[in-house]
């Protein structure tokens, strides 16, 4: 795909760069994608962004029943990041397939969705729901939100439990849907659940979710959050970020990599590719910069242009040559 | 319906209608500053933004990125439209923090990256009905072109502008060319001293409906009083935002909606501008049994 887009900062740029790429067995025209939990289901991007353009809409995590999320305050911005106590916030899989999802459908958006839960069977039920829903081009299996009661209930901090999940969903998800786990840095050994999740079915690896954090104000002396604890999100987890994408990749080079984690820029994301990501998610920076999937897309092109790659493909895990 | 006797009480009480969808969408523009001058502890930026202006309803806000395309901030600000036309948007910033601070810092020449309008505006009342506009703080330069508005609609307007202290009022004069406006100062330093309630219970009664833009402690006090008065009121909430595009789920309030269900509501996209008594002011930042939701987060009914 060529970018042609005008940036909000005037520039007009085109470059001859294939950034196509795929989401395991899937085609997309573009590796930009938005994050999940950052740009809600789409909708308010449209004013800012094509949302046909752009890689796929990661659709903030589902789960069975319509979800309130966690009291106010919900975030406190930190040095170069945010941490968010959101809680799941939702409609609940039956308002994503009566409204989300056909809207997206209409404009001819790919939806990447999301779905959490607290049970494995509740992941295969909304796995089972999803089969066949136009427009939904793969499923991303949350088993790593921070914000949820107990720490010890975070899927992704086990293999065990992690690859109980994914092959739940692999064995009923539709088989035209790639299945990606989404893995948290909050462990010890990443490298063995991501092993533990492909073993179990995954199709890909999104990673990663946000680090659990804490910010306490000097002024009441309590805990800034209502949730006390949350994620941790934006620039200032982008190392880890990377080191985890370089790690997986690393050793387990085919398996493929949605990047996520601080990226605000195309050479943020060029970063990611070079580590071994073949698709990379933007977050937190869609709340500074409305139109920044699009941006960075642009940015990416002319980034891996300048660099002589002439597709993305040819770029992915470059740095570990 | 849950069917609460409780929840049902609210139903039967609610005087407003939920504020309408802006006409036109967001954009987002890089922008040079205008105009600059303080006003008292503030300082209005005006900003050569003409499809912003153009498109702006009173009640919408925008939301400017702050710190420089590097910064270490990445949250948005988001303040309240005081003005728009002839191309131009003006606001008024209270420097409280770092974000905040570098706003006021702009000078004239200087760009920013800004969104918006965004929101939804102040919902009008049938034509001519008396209306009482109501700010704390910088708050009242959000009433300004709601008060033109309702001017132009044949509205009598009475304004009751308060602050802590008098370099904490703003847009007094402003007001004073479209409306009746009574001072209020905490300390006296200006106007009548007291809270701008206390002014507000002696004029409620000559009026058909309530505006006002504040802080959360006199909105509440302004909304309760014209809810005991029978009265329909409008408040834009102040919300911590962090993208003001209604994407990130952190500004939401416990709003009651048109079913009489109390749902966890986006300040920036469902707001600013809130019914006055949709809002359970008691019950913000906390998570009611009966918010929509509730029970999936493991929270039971008494």
């Given at each position: 795909?060529?970018?042609?887009e005008?940036?909000?900062?005037?520039?007009k740029?085109?470059f001859?760069?294939?950034l196509?790429?795929?989401?395991?067995?899937?085609?997309?025209?573009?590796?930009?994608?938005?994050?999940?939990?950052c740009?809600?289901?789409?909708?308010?991007?449209?004013?800012?962004?094509?949302?046909?353009?752009?890689?796929?809409?990661?659709?903030?995590s589902?789960?069975?029943?319509?979800?309130?999320?966690?009291?106010?305050?919900?975030?406190?911005?930190?040095p170069?990041?945010?941490l968010?106590?959101?809680?799941l916030?939702?409609?609940?899989?039956?308002?994503?397939?009566?409204?989300?999802?056909?809207?997206?459908?209409?404009?001819?958006?790919?939806a990447?969705?999301?779905?959490?839960?607290?049970?494995?069977?509740?992941?295969?039920?909304?796995a089972?729901?999803?089969?066949?829903?136009?427009?939904?081009?793969?499923?991303?299996?949350?088993?790593?939100?921070?914000?949820?009661?107990?720490?010890?209930?975070?899927?992704?901090?086990?293999?065990?439990?992690a690859?109980?999940?994914?092959?739940?969903?692999?064995?009923?998800?539709?088989?035209?849907?790639?299945?990606?786990?989404?893995?948290s840095?909050?462990?010890?050994?990443?490298?063995?659940?991501?092993?533990?999740?492909?073993?179990?079915?995954?199709?890909?690896?999104?990673?990663?979710?946000?680090?659990?954090?804490l910010v306490?104000?000097?002024?009441t002396?309590r805990?800034?959050?209502?949730?006390?604890?949350?994620?941790?999100?934006?620039?200032?987890?982008?190392?880890?970020?990377l080191?985890?994408?370089?790690?997986?990749?690393?050793?387990?080079?085919?398996?493929?990599?949605?990047?996520?984690?601080?990226i605000?820029?195309?050479?943020?994301?060029l970063?990611?590719?070079?580590?071994?990501?073949?698709?990379?998610?933007?977050?937190?920076?869609?709340?500074?910069?409305?139109?920044?999937?699009?941006?960075?897309?642009?940015?990416?092109?002319?980034?891996?242009?300048?660099?002589?790659?002439?597709?993305?493909?040819?770029?992915?895990?470059?740095?570990?040559? | 319906?849950?069917?609460?006797?409780a929840?049902?009480?609210?139903?039967?009480?609610?005087?407003t209608?939920?504020a309408?969808?802006?006409?036109?969408?967001?954009?987002?523009?890089v922008?040079e500053?205008?105009?600059?001058?303080?006003?008292?502890?503030?300082?209005e930026?005006?900003?050569?933004?003409?499809?912003?202006?153009?498109?702006a309803?009173?009640?919408?806000?925008?939301?400017?990125?702050?710190?420089?395309?590097?910064?270490?901030?990445?949250?948005?600000?988001?303040?309240?439209i005081?003005?728009?036309?002839?191309?131009?948007?003006?606001?008024?910033?209270?420097?409280?923090?770092?974000?905040?601070t570098?706003?006021?810092?702009?000078?004239?020449?200087?760009?920013?990256?800004?969104?918006?309008?965004?929101?939804?505006?102040?919902?009008?009342?049938?034509?001519?009905?008396?209306?009482?506009?109501?700010?704390?703080?910088?708050?009242?330069?959000?009433?300004?072109?709601?008060?033109?508005?309702?001017?132009?609609?044949?509205?009598?307007?009475?304004?009751?502008?308060?602050?802590?202290?008098?370099?904490?009022?703003?847009s007094?004069?402003?007001?004073?060319?479209?409306a009746?406006?009574?001072?209020t100062?905490?300390?006296?330093?200006?106007g009548?001293?007291?809270?701008?309630?206390?002014?507000?219970?002696?004029?409620?009664?000559q009026?058909?409906?309530?505006?006002?833009?504040?802080?959360?402690?006199?909105?509440?006090?302004?909304?309760?009083?014209a809810?005991?008065?029978?009265?329909?009121?409008?408040?834009?909430?102040?919300?911590?935002?962090?993208?003001?595009?209604?994407?990130?789920?952190?500004?939401?309030?416990?709003?009651?909606?048109?079913?009489?269900?109390?749902?966890?509501?986006?300040?920036?996209t469902?707001?600013?501008?809130f019914?006055?008594?949709?809002?359970?002011?008691?019950?913000?930042?906390?998570?009611?049994?009966?918010?929509?939701?509730?029970?999936?987060?493991?929270?039971?009914?008494?």
């Amino acid at each position: 795909m060529t970018a042609t887009e005008t940036g909000v900062h005037g520039h007009k740029r085109r470059f001859e760069v294939d950034l196509r790429t795929a989401l395991g067995s899937v085609e997309v025209p573009s590796p930009v994608l938005t994050a999940s939990g950052c740009s809600a289901n789409g909708a308010e991007l449209e004013p800012f962004v094509d949302l046909t353009a752009i890689g796929a809409v990661v659709t903030k995590s589902v789960q069975l029943r319509p979800r309130s999320g966690r009291p106010t305050p919900r975030m406190a911005e930190t040095p170069s990041g945010m941490l968010n106590s959101i809680g799941l916030q939702g409609p609940g899989i039956d308002g994503l397939l009566s409204d989300d999802l056909p809207w997206l459908a209409e404009r001819g958006a790919r939806a990447f969705v999301s779905i959490a839960g607290t049970r494995v069977e509740d992941f295969a039920e909304l796995a089972q729901r999803l089969r066949g829903v136009p427009g939904v081009l793969g499923l991303e299996v949350n088993i790593s939100c921070p914000n949820v009661e107990s720490r010890g209930e975070v899927f992704a901090c086990d293999p065990v439990a992690a690859s109980d999940v994914v092959s739940a969903v692999r064995a009923v998800a539709d088989p035209a849907q790639p299945v990606y786990a989404k893995l948290s840095p909050d462990v010890t050994d990443i490298v063995s659940v991501a092993r533990a999740v492909t073993d179990a079915g995954a199709d890909g690896l999104s990673m990663i979710n946000t680090l659990l954090g804490l910010v306490i104000d000097p002024d009441t002396m309590r805990p800034v959050l209502g949730g006390v604890t949350g994620g941790l999100s934006g620039p200032a987890i982008r190392p880890v970020a990377l080191r985890c994408v370089w790690q997986v990749h690393q050793a387990l080079p085919e398996a493929p990599i949605l990047g996520m984690g601080g990226i605000r820029s195309g050479l943020d994301a060029l970063q990611f590719v070079l580590a071994g990501a073949s698709a990379v998610s933007v977050g937190t920076a869609v709340f500074n910069d409305p139109s920044a999937v699009a941006r960075v897309h642009d940015e990416l092109a002319a980034a891996l242009a300048q660099r002589g790659f002439a597709s993305l493909r040819e770029a992915v895990g470059y740095a570990h040559r | 319906m849950t069917g609460d006797p409780a929840v049902m009480a609210i139903t039967a009480a609610l005087l407003t209608r939920p504020a309408p969808r802006a006409a036109h969408p967001p954009v987002q523009r890089v922008v040079e500053v205008a105009g600059r001058r303080p006003v008292g502890a503030y300082v209005e930026l005006t900003l050569a933004a003409p499809e912003i202006a153009e498109r702006a309803e009173p009640g919408q806000f925008v939301a400017f990125a702050v710190g420089g395309e590097t910064s270490g901030l990445l949250l948005r600000r988001s303040i309240a439209i005081a003005t728009a036309g002839d191309g131009e948007v003006s606001v008024v910033v209270s420097a409280a923090g770092p974000g905040s601070t570098w706003l006021t810092e702009r000078q004239v020449g200087d760009t920013v990256d800004v969104v918006g309008p965004l929101g939804r505006r102040y919902p009008m009342p049938p034509r001519g009905t008396p209306a009482l506009v109501v700010g704390g703080g910088y708050g009242s330069a959000a009433l300004l072109g709601l008060t033109a508005a309702l001017r132009d609609a044949g509205s009598p307007v009475l304004a009751v502008v308060g602050a802590a202290t008098a370099d904490r009022l703003c847009s007094v004069d402003e007001l004073g060319a479209l409306a009746e406006v009574v001072v209020t100062t905490d300390d006296g330093s200006a106007g009548r001293q007291g809270w701008v309630t206390d002014a507000v219970a002696t004029v409620i009664g000559q009026v058909g409906v309530v505006y006002a833009c504040g802080p959360m402690g006199m909105l509440r006090a302004v909304a309760d009083a014209a809810t005991a008065a029978g009265l329909p009121s409008y408040v834009a909430v102040e919300e911590s935002m962090a993208c003001g595009i209604g994407v990130c789920m952190t500004c939401v309030l416990p709003i009651v909606g048109e079913d009489g269900r109390t749902r966890f509501s986006r300040s920036c996209t469902e707001g600013p501008v809130f019914g006055g008594d949709r809002v359970r002011f008691a019950d913000v930042g906390a998570l009611p049994w009966d918010v929509v939701g509730a029970d999936a987060m493991g929270v039971v009914a008494p």
